[in-house]
């Protein structure tokens, strides 16, 4: 397929590195607002290059468009590119809030084409490998989550337009959160209860939190905990799903994060300290490549991906109640697809 890339930042470049290592699509145009960066990824790729993403999303040889631009800019480029018959991988979040990411959902039902979120975490190999242990009931009844994600920023963080509520639409848990939010309800399923507190503690980022802690229940009673932050200091990901019958423990996303390992222990009928068995994936994030190939086979089969659209929409739901809860001192507050007053709408 012909596929267009707009917004060539470190995500932009992530999406093309694993364009090119399946080797299985073309990548016809790259677009960004700075030209000097689309120019730089063209020459790179022997792409097309625009500053202009309303041109590409009209491009009639574009069959996918991967949009990897700043919060603000996902939604209008997303619409419009599925207005224009075009398929969408769309960066998380899916949209600043609830309002965007329903616009999305809706453009793409009505233009009948596929939108996916860039929901990768999904596909980290020890994310899958609990997963599958999970729903093939290995760990019995799932009881609860308990998750941690965080980094550390960097210098002049807060001047980056992640530090900007009109850019970015949301702090850190509409950053890294969002990632852990899906984490949780793929394995435990819809929420419908949440309490949270959000934080700004470090950096200067006006109404923008650096931190978030949140508690989320289901209908049934299984309940996930998260925190995510800017002030981790050093990068860490950890993600423990616990079962009647065993646990599943994820540690590091590989890189920065450190080696990405998964601990599966299984209790004993006479209990005692449980047989644990534990996998390290060494080598490079494979997420990437793996969330490209199930995109396309989704394309292809007319089936809903792993993070579709959909998903974006729900955690874009679970994250305002999150806020709400914070604005209302952190009582629980039932999830709904409530719109925020005075929420940033998209704008084509
Ligand atoms: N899946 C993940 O793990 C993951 C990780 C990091 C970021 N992201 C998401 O990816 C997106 C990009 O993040 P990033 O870290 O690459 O940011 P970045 O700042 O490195 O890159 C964003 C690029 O978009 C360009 N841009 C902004 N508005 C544009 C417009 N209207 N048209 C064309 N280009 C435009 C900017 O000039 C910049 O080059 C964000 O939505 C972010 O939340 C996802």
């Known amino acids: 397929m012909n596929v267009a890339i ?5 995500i932009g470049y992530k999406r093309v590195a694993a364009l090119h290592a399946l080797g299985e699509d073309r990548l016809l145009v790259v677009a960004d607002t700075i030209a000097e960066r689309a120019m730089k990824l063209a020459t790179a790729t022997g792409s097309r290059w625009s500053t202009e993403w309303k041109n590409v999303v009209e491009d009639d040889q574009i069959d996918i468009v991967v949009v990897s631009t700043t919060n603000q800019y996902l939604c209008p480029i997303t619409v419009g590119a599925l207005h224009n018959g075009k398929h969408v991988l769309c960066e ?27 929901f990768n975490h999904r596909h980290h ?11 093939s009931g290995e760990l019995g009844t799932l009881m609860f989550i308990r998750s941690i994600y965080g980094h550390g920023g960097r210098l002049g963080y807060e001047k980056e337009w992640r530090g900007d509520r009109i850019q970015a ?3 850190e848990m509409l950053d890294q959160g969002v990632h852990v939010l899906d984490l949780c309800r793929w394995f435990l399923g819809e929420f419908s209860q949440v309490s949270g507190i959000t934080r700004r503690y470090f950096w200067q980022i006006g109404s923008l939190e650096d931190n978030a802690f949140a508690l989320l229940q289901t209908s049934g009673g299984k309940v996930a905990s998260l925190h ?12 423990e799903i616990f079962g009647e019958a065993g646990y599943a423990r ?8 450190g080696d990405e390992t998964l601990t599966v222990g299984k209790r004993r ?4 300290a449980p047989v644990e068995e534990r ?3 060494h080598g490079e994030d494979e997420s990437w490549k793996e969330e490209w190939r199930e995109f396309k086979k989704a394309i292809e089969c007319g089936t809903v991906p792993l993070g579709s659209g959909e998903d974006g929409l729900a955690i874009a739901q679970l994250v305002e109640a999150i806020y709400r809860s914070s604005s209302a001192g952190g009582t629980s507050v039932p999830v709904t697809s409530h719109h925020t007053e005075g929420s940033i709408t998209c704008q084509k």
Do not use: D
């Open 6 to 10: 707009v917004g060539c930042g470190s």
């Open 92 to 118: 998380k979040p899916l949209g600043r809030n609830v309002a965007e990411a329903s616009q999305m959902v809706e453009t793409a039902r009505s233009s009948h084409r596929l939108l996916k979120t860039g």
């Open 125 to 135: 190999p020890a994310i899958r490998t609990a997963h599958s242990a999970a729903a």
């Open 169 to 171: 639409g949301g702090g």
């Open 228 to 239: 995510t932050s800017w002030t981790q200091w050093k990068n860490r990901f950890s993600f």
């Open 250 to 257: 994820v540690e590091g996303l590989g890189g920065s994060y």
């Open 269 to 272: 009928s006479e209990f005692g």
């Open 279 to 281: 996998f390290v994936y």
